[in-house]
C-alpha cells in the first residue's frame, strides 16, 4: 500500500514553453502533498507545501507564479512550470501525506520527473 | 527553524561491515519524528527506518538501526553486514509532530565496496 505516481518520469521541452508534472496517490488519501527540487548530488529542498482545495504554500525564494501548483482532488496534485528556463532543469520529486495520520508513516515519495529545458 | 545536518558527504564500507552515518539536528519542539531514507541510483526514495522523538528505544529494521541521542540532538544511521546493494544517498530527515513538512540533510553518499 501508500503508492505515489509521479508523471512523466522524464520531460524535455523548449525554452518558454510550460511543463505540467503530476503527482498522484494511488490507493490512499493525501490532504497534504510537497513538491521538492533536486539539483544533482545534493539534497531535496522544499518547494511548496500542497493542500487540498486551498492554495498551495512556497517556501521563501521561490517563484509562484512560475512554479503552480494544484491539489483539486485528495489524489492529485500537479505542479506546472511556467514559461520554463534552461535554469528550471532539474529533478522534481513529490510526496504525499497520507489523511488522517500523524508524521510517522504518512510520507510516500513519487519516483521523480527529471526536467530538462532546451 | 528546524535544521538537519550531515558532516559525512562520502562514506565507503567494506561489504559485510558496519558502517555508521552522522546526522544532527536543531529544533526547538519537543515532539517529532526522525527519518533514514535511501535514494539509489534509481532515485526513488526509500523509507529505512524512522524514530518517534518521545520512544526512548532505538529503532531498528533488520540490518539498520539508529542510535538516538535526544539530548544531544542526534540520530546516526548504523548500517550491519553491508551489502552491495546498500549503495546510495543516504538523508537524515525530520518532521515536527503537527507540522506537514519534512526536511533534509544534504545526503551521505555511501559506497559499499566487494
Known amino acids: 500500500g501508500a503508492v505515489v505516481s509521479q508523471h512523466p518520469s522524464r520531460v524535455i521541452c523548449k525554452s518558454g514553453t510550460s511543463v505540467k508534472i503530476e503527482c498522484r496517490s494511488l490507493?490512499?488519501?493525501?490532504?497534504?502533498m510537497f513538491w521538492y527540487r533536486q539539483f544533482p548530488k545534493k539534497s531535496l529542498m522544499l518547494m511548496a507545501t500542497?493542500?487540498?482545495?486551498?492554495?498551495?504554500?512556497?517556501e521563501q525564494g521561490v517563484e509562484k507564479d512560475k512554479f503552480l501548483i494544484n491539489h483539486a482532488s485528495l489524489t492529485l496534485s500537479t505542479l506546472t512550470v511556467t514559461s520554463a528556463h534552461p535554469e528550471d532543469s532539474s529533478f522534481y520529486i513529490c510526496?504525499?501525506?497520507?489523511?488522517?495520520?500523524?508524521?510517522?508513516?504518512?510520507?510516500?515519495f513519487g519516483s521523480g520527473t527529471r526536467l530538462t529545458v532546451v | 527553524a528546524q535544521t538537519v545536518t550531515q558532516s559525512q558527504p562520502e562514506m565507503s564500507v567494506q561489504e559485510a561491515e558496519t558502517v555508521t552515518l552522522s546526522c544532527t539536528y536543531d529544533?526547538?519542539?519537543?515532539?517529532?519524528?526522525l527519518f533514514w531514507y535511501k535514494q539509489p541510483p534509481s532515485r526513488q526514495m526509500i523509507l529505512v527506518i524512522r524514530?518517534?522523538?518521545?520512544?526512548?528505544q532505538n529503532a531498528t529494521e533488520n540490518r539498520f538501526s539508529v542510535n538516538f541521542q535526544k539530548a544531544a540532538k542526534s540520530f546516526s544511521l548504523k548500517i550491519s553486514d553491508s551489502q552491495l546493494g546498500d549503495t546510495a544517498m543516504y538523508f537524515c530527515?525530520?518532521?515536527?509532530?503537527?507540522?506537514?513538512?519534512?526536511?533534509f540533510g544534504a545526503g551521505t553518499r555511501l559506497t559499499v565496496k566487494p
Open positions: 510526496s504525499a501525506r497520507r489523511h488522517g495520520t500523524g508524521g510517522t508513516y504518512g510520507y510516500t
Open positions: 524514530q518517534e522523538a518521545y520512544k526512548q
Open positions: 530527515a525530520f518532521t515536527p509532530y503537527n507540522n506537514n513538512d519534512m526536511r
Open positions: 500542497s493542500n487540498e482545495g486551498s492554495k498551495a504554500t512556497y
Open positions: 490507493d490512499f488519501q493525501a490532504t497534504t
Open positions: 529544533t526547538s519542539e519537543n515532539n517529532y519524528y
